[in-house]
Structures are given as C-alpha cells and as structure tokens.
RNA sequence: GCCCCCGUAGCUCAAUGGAUAGAGCACCGGACUUCUAAUCCGACGGUUGCAGGUUCGAGUCCUGCCGGGGGCGCCA
C-alpha cells in the first residue's frame, strides 16, 4: 500500500550505496515484518555484503551487512509516516506509524468496498477451464474439488487484474456415456425418476449395472459369456450409430445427456458458478479428426493404419535422448477419436475464437502426461500459445476405504454432502441460534455448510491429494470456513448495533497490538490477491482469510467498540471494524464462499 | 526401465532462500449477567525421511538413497 513511499526510500539507499560504493542488487526486496503487534517493512543486505566478499575482500558477511544497513538507517534519518527506523542483524526495519498507516488502511478500504484489493487491468485474456465432469454419471466429491478450485482461480485471476473466461467441458460423449445409453434404451427407457438431482443420480446406478452386465468375469458358464459379448456387440453397434449420426441414437443421446447438463447446471448454481463458455467433447469430435489429416500431411503425425493407430513420435520430433514425452496416439486404428485427438481440436478453437493468450486447464495431476503431449504437439504444429498453457494439476479426491469407484458404486455425490452439511448446520443454529427466524435458516444453513466444504478443498495445496472424510470437511471449528464467515458475522454485528458508520476517523491514541495486528493484515490483502493468482494458489487466499479472521476474532475479544473509553476510539474502531468485514467478505468471494450477515 | 508428485508435532496441513519452523484437530487447564462462546487465553507437542553438496544463510535449491502415491501407443 505505500509503493511509491517505499519507491523513495529505495531511491536514498541507493544514493547513500553509491555514493559509499555499496554494491545493491538490481531489486531490493521489501518484506513486511516478521513481528507481531507492529507493521512495517523489512529488507536486508547480506547479498550486498556477500558481493563485496565476492569481489575479493576479505569480510565476514553477517557482520558486514550489518554494518551497511546501520549506515544506511544513520542516512536515512527520519522519515514521513515512520514511526522508527532500526538495523539489526543486517536487516534494515522501518515501522510505519501506527495511528497514520491504520487511518489510511482504513479509509482506503472504506472508500474501494468490494473493489478493495482489485489489481489493475493486466491486459491479457485468460480462460480457465474446469467442470469437465462426463456427462450420463453424477457429480461426485472429486468433480466438486475440480470446480470449486477452478471457480476460486477464475475469481482470482479476475480480481487480480486479468480478462478472464470460465469455459465447462463435459464429457459427453465415449464409451462410457454409450454404455448407459444402451442401458437405458434396452431395458430402462421411460423409467427415469422426476427430479433433477434424482435422474442425474438414477443414471449413475444404470452405468454401474451396466458395467457388471459387461465386464468380464472369471467364473462365468458359456452361456453368460455369449449373452455379455451379444451386449458388448450391441453397444459397439450404437457407438457406431452414434458416429454415423444415426437420428435415433442421437435424439436418445441428446435427451439423457441433457437430464446429466440439467443437473449439473443446478449444481454450478448452487456453488454460485457462472460459467462463460460451455464447450461439449463431441463438438471437437470432428474437428479433431481433421487436425488429424493436417498432422499427418505435415508430417508430424504417422498413420500406421489399418494395422495401427495414428501417433506422433513427440521425443523423436524433438530430438530427445530420454524418454519424456513418449509417443501419443492421436486417433484409433478405426478412425475414432481419443481425449487428445478432441484437446487439440478444443486448444485451436480457444486460441483462434476467443483469443486467449493464457490457457489453463484445472484438471487432476494423473492426466499430466497428457496435458505434456498435448502442448508440445500444439507446438509442433506451430501454436505460440503453447507455450502460455498451464495444467493446474491437483491432487485427487478418494475415500478413507480407497479410491472412488463408479463402477463399484463406491462414491460420494456431492448433493449428499451439500444435504448433510445443511442438516448439520440446522442443528447447529437451533442450538447455538435459537433465535433466528426458520425462514432465513435454510439459507443460512446453505451458507454456512458449503462454506465449511469449500474451505476444506481450498485450504489444502493443489498438488496434495485429498481423503474425503465427511466429519473433518464439515466441521465448523477451528480451522474452517464458519470460523471465517462467523468473524464476518460478528464484525457485522457490532456494526448493526452501531448504527450509522462515521464517515472519518482519527485514529490519534495508543492503539492495542490487536487493532495493529488487524491492520497489518487488512492491508495485505491486495498483495495476497497478487499471490494467489500468480502462482494459481487459491491455498494463499484460504490461509490468509484465516488470519484475517483470527486477527478479528482476537480483537473483538479484547478491544471494547461500542463501549469504547471515548468518542473517538469508538468511531476509529467502527471504522476498523467496518474495514475488516469489508476485507473479510472480499476474501470469502475470492474463495466462492458466501459471507452471512448472521448465523 | 523412464517420468511426475509427496514425506514437517500423535493426526490433518502451513511456511516468495532470510530473524525464534507455525496453525487446526486431539488431549489437559482456564474465560460467557458483556459487541452472539461456531469465540478467546494458556499448557503440551519438532534431529522438517536419511546422507552429502551449493550458499553469508536450506524445511525450501542440487545429487544419491529410503518410504508412499500416480503415470507411461489406440480409457478419459
């Protein structure tokens, strides 16, 4: 918040080492201090100093850089809006003044409201695309950790600056999706239940029955062996149907998939995700195949057909030694299409439609080698923007008896999840909340019992992998998303009671640790937003709007508002509080949790 | 065989190469006539898997090893 203070500052050190032959790295690295209960700002100069051992002069280097920062703090002299200038240990401290940094905190805040922490525009267009769940299955727990990391990116990237695309790409159309079609036009057609949730989960059950009809089993008679293989010739037969355009076998196609869209559609809106571009595997099906050609006739792809497929030998075309790209199969020896067949269809659609410069895909850590092949080929093929594609890979959900099974019937849908976390919030406000009207407890409970969800999703590092255990995603102590929300809550309170905010605040007495602390980390958060989204982190936001929180619910503990000694404590302090909710709510949307006013 | 990820407190996880490795949970002890206790305060808890190396400084970077997970020509 004080860069172009800091800026100046950076230009009287650098004079002073010149001037004194110092020799300061190109960037100086300004931190905020380690210590709690003060805010300011820290650099050190042991890279200075080991510069100038490097340079052949014989020094101690912790020593030496001690020696520099005492004397650039001696050049330094006093400065407006620090409060003190220290060196020790070779680190150079300035602190700011308290009552000064927390009046212009405060005031910043106030004043921007939900844009508060917004990065200037950066002039690049970026799509992220998530919600890639198939469609003729249900959402299940893995599904919701991919979009609820790919919606709090989206918001990110946003919020931090960037022209931003959310596209969806469901998987609608493979094997796996004929497999239930067949299903259902065989033996279950015009027994779906009402419902939306109720018929995207009945055709889960169909796709599992459907698997057992036809895989294999060891102990099977001869007799079972026909029946399974006459049903494996019958779903080959409507692929093929379907790839030839068959009317009926696509009007079928296209009524099932759209009870899957139509429950997934409620989902997203229940997550508060709105997604900008909808692209479906089958509309890059035929693309795909004619990139194919061009990639043969160019001579980067090989037709081995009819015997086998078509790949393209990436580590030869690159001249690798080692084996790391490997060799990828572009198209069936039948001339059907594969996952990267559709991708590189789907990467020349996004660079060309919709010019996006920064293409990431949130999709989990076990396709990386895909994502690889894909972008080196986009490459080769001679796309500049491959080199802007990211795979945000993520660790993968699985269940405390082993990994989700569709098949097996082993999963865990997210509408069970979401039901349960609003049973258990429903009786969380009857106990702690008896108070509240019942009509606004659905809603609430709604808030609070996704909130817990997301946070679990979010607060763990995208490259770990996830065991869900339904307790620990939906517990509201500690560490979690009710812990952060009702800070929020409480802030909100206080400001009810309160009624009218001052429209200023001078914040001229002796503040506590408390209210510093809450400061300190109120003006963090622009950079925080930075963080996050440059490093595609939503585990920096979600870590810092807890101690955000923490930092709130401690000063609520202990510093008196409403009953504050004086007139103008009480209204600096309304006005810090109003701050923190502000700061509060903006982090929480970042994450896609809602911010309650009461719970 | 090759590639990727992980290993930090009993458990789940943090920590842009910087000052004393931090939280939550669990366990133990405190704080509600108060701005709502979904909270706060305290105590307990560590050879950061092992061994080298680079660096003024390594949980973080490099090499090797051990242990766990994932991936590797016609699934997505």
Redesign the pocket.
């Known amino acids: 918040m004080f860069t172009s203070e800091i800026q100046t500052i950076e230009a009287q050190i650098r004079a002073h080492c010149a001037k004194t032959n110092i020799p300061l790295p190109e960037k100086m690295?300004?931190?905020p201090?380690?210590?709690s209960g003060e805010s300011g700002i820290?650099t050190?100069f042991?890279?200075a100093?080991?510069q100038e051992?490097?340079q052949g002069q014989k020094i101690?280097?912790?020593q030496r850089?001690q020696e520099i920062a005492a004397s650039v703090a001696k050049a330094l002299g006093t400065l407006e809006g620090i409060h003190r200038v220290?060196a020790?240990?070779?680190?150079?401290?300035l602190y700011f003044d308290p009552s000064a940094f927390a009046r212009r905190v405060v005031d910043t805040v106030l004043q921007q409201g939900e844009d508060f922490g917004r990065g200037k525009p950066k002039n690049e267009r970026v799509m992220v695309e998530y919600a890639?769940p198939?469609t003729h299955h249900s959402f299940h727990i893995g599904h919701y950790r991919n979009a609820i990391l790919g919606e709090a990116l989206a918001r990110l990237v946003e919020f931090a600056g960037y022209d931003t695309i959310r596209a969806s790409y469901p998987?609608d159309?493979?094997?796996?999706v004929i497999t239930v079609l067949w299903m259902y036009d065989k033996f279950y057609k015009g027994q779906e239940p009402e419902g939306v949730h109720e018929r995207g989960q009945w055709l889960l059950k169909l796709y599992v029955e459907a698997t057992n009809l036809l895989t294999p089993r060891e102990d099977e008679t001869p007799e079972e062996k026909a029946q399974r293989e006459a049903y494996d010739a019958e779903r080959r037969e409507m692929y093929r149907r379907w790839d030839a355009g068959d009317e009926y076998v696509r009007a079928l196609w296209l009524e099932t998939r759209e009870w899957s869209l139509q429950e997934l559609r409620a989902i997203l809106e229940m997550m508060d995700i709105h997604i900008d571009v909808w692209f479906y595997?089958s509309q890059v099906d035929e693309p795909g195949k004619q990139i194919v050609e061009e990639l043969i006739a160019r001579g980067i792809a090989e037709d081995?057909r009819p015997?086998?497929?078509v790949?393209v030998?990436i580590d030869e075309k690159l001249g690798l030694k080692?084996?790391?790209y490997?060799?990828?199969?572009i198209?069936?020896?039948?001339g059907?299409?594969?996952?990267?067949?559709?991708d590189l269809a789907l990467a020349k659609i996004k660079f060309e439609q919709y010019g996006v410069d920064r293409s990431i895909y949130v999709v989990d850590?076990?396709?990386?080698?895909?994502f690889?092949q894909a972008f080196k080929i986009l490459e080769l093929w001679g796309f500049p923007q491959a080199e802007k594609c990211f795979h945000l890979?993520y660790?993968?959900v699985s269940l405390p008896e082993g990994?989700m099974s569709a098949r097996r019937g082993r999963v865990v849908l997210f509408k069970e999840v979401a039901d349960e976390a609003v049973r258990r919030?429903l009786n969380?406000?009857a106990?702690?909340?008896p108070?509240?009207p019942t009509e606004q407890r659905e809603a609430?409970?709604l808030q609070?019992g996704l909130g817990?969800l997301a946070y679990a999703m979010l607060?763990?590092?995208?490259?770990?992998?996830?065991?869900f255990?339904m307790d620990?995603a939906l517990?509201?102590?500690?560490?979690?998303g009710?812990?952060i929300?009702?800070?929020h809550?409480?802030a909100g309170?206080?400001l009810?009671?309160?009624g009218d905010l001052p429209s200023q605040a001078d914040f001229s007495y002796q503040l506590s640790p408390y209210e510093v602390e809450l400061v300190d980390l109120i003006a963090r958060f622009p950079e925080t937003v930075q963080?996050a989204a440059e490093?595609y982190?939503p585990?920096?936001m979600a870590?810092y709007a807890?101690d955000l929180?923490?930092a709130f619910?401690?000063?609520?503990?202990?510093?008196?508002?409403?009953?504050?000694d004086t007139g103008t404590q009480r209204s600096a302090?309304l006005r810090l509080?109003a701050a923190a909710k502000q700061t509060l709510a903006n982090a929480l949307r970042l994450l896609a949790i809602q911010a309650p006013e009461?719970?």
């Open positions: 690295d300004w931190r201090l380690p210590f820290f050190s042991f890279q100093a080991a051992a490097r101690n280097v912790p850089a220290e020790v240990k070779g680190y150079l401290n890639q198939n998987g159309i493979g094997l796996g595997e081995e015997d086998g497929p790949i030998r080692k084996e790391k490997r060799t990828a199969v198209l069936r020896s039948d059907t299409t594969l996952y990267l067949t559709k850590t076990r396709q990386s080698l895909h690889q890979g660790g993968f990994a919030v969380e406000i106990e702690k909340n108070s509240m609430v409970a609070v817990a607060s763990v590092d995208n490259n770990k992998d996830i065991v255990d620990a517990s509201f102590d500690g560490h979690t009710p812990y929300q009702n800070a809550v409480r309170s206080i009810r009671k309160a963080q490093e982190r585990l920096v870590t807890f929180a923490t619910h401690r000063f609520y503990h202990e510093v008196p508002v409403l009953q504050a302090r509080v009461q719970m």
